[in-house]
């Protein structure tokens, strides 16, 4: 540590310098520790004949979940005040850092590694180093002035409770932290990729079949039974392909679209924005998405109007299919009418059921025209620590973005992510 600065950057190393050259008084303040910076603290244990000592610490588990310190760290701070009869003290919550040697003050604000590495350079500070007398009211503050009978500081009037550590490495045991590098490339993952269930239904028309209605039964007509065989099916074949417009002002141009075509043109929409890697699923480019919701809406908007030309196509051959089925059906209703024409004493001439069988044709023919909006299902879901982990998942996301020309400044962002830290934390270290 620069003695000459005042804004500084507290790496362990700047903090093991005051807790070594601390000669009278050492006060040491954080949520918790490193390991390297609890080692040398706790080699400090023993000069408490001549060296007047406080350490004030959180004892939440969830203090070491989100990075702030090592939970063998406690360890060896506790078996030290345990040899040396030093009553360790808690301050529930506490979220700032205070080391005080002699006359020298460092303030700094404790580094979560679940969220940054950090920087070693004073450029970038977290940490205000005070020098002289003004150490003193801190010292009052903490409780930590020599002698018995002073009054409680402002934090850490209570001792470490042995009972709360237990439950506190219990509940650590149960649900351990994450390691600092593996929490970090899971931060960048969940910032830069997620996973995508994407599908859209509804747009093909070839396949679109409805329920064939009670009353009619075998078909012989050889033009209907392409189009009924218990079921009903809109005479596509008949329409083809039809010319639709796609985009939207200086980027529209016109297309021959069919079934075929929106299937293409939603896969290369998957293609283009989605990555899918095999037994692991499909992720996104978070980054991705505004142009991926757009190129969706797009296709969603030639759906629309591909499924208007489509009903106009139809349309005109609904009196030919009025015709045939007309011709397939009355010569048995004649014989047998259904029951709702005679259920009430009627007899149904030849025109009156030729007239219903022509309502009934165009009913069908109705159905067959009501196309429902295509339906859109985008189920986004964040990467697991479990993939971040998978040399499989890792290696699959790269050799696929490669193949895919995404850019080299993306793909390092991902696969260097878990390298901006050490694994063996520090907290107070900002590399």
Sequence with gaps: MDDKRTFTVATDAAVISMIESAKRRLVVIAPALSLAVATALAARFDDLERLDLRVILDADAEVYRLGFGERE??????DAASRNLLDLRVQPGVRIGVIISD?????????????????DTAEKPNAIVLRGTSADSIVVAAGAQPGDNNPSGEIGNAALDPAKVAAMQNDL????????????????????????????????????????PDDFSTVNDANLQAQISSRLRAPMAAVGAVEVVVGDGEDAKTALVDDAWLRKERKRIEDLYTFQIDNFGRVILREDRKDFDAAVKSFLKVVERYHEKVRAGLDAHRSAFRESFVAEFLPKWKETPPDYMTRWGNR?????????????ANEVFETMLAFEPPAVRLVEKNVSPTNVE???????LRTIMERRRVPKGIIDSLFASGEAAPEQGELLKRS
């Design 173 to 212: 045991e149960r649900n351990p932290p994450a390691r600092f590098d593996i929490t970090r490339r899971l931060q960048v993952f969940s910032s830069r990729v997620v996973y995508v269930e994407f599908e859209i239904s509804g747009f093909s028309l070839s396949r679109k079949q409805v329920p064939l």
């Design 73 to 78: 760290a406690l360890d060896v701070i506790r």
């Design 390 to 396: 998978d040399p499989r998942f890792l290696s699959r």
């Design 103 to 119: 006359e020298d003050t460092m303030v700094f604000a404790p580094i979560s590694k679940n969220i940054e590495a950090g920087s």
């Design 348 to 360: 149904p001439d030849d025109d009156g059921l030729r007239t219903e069988l022509e309502n009934r």
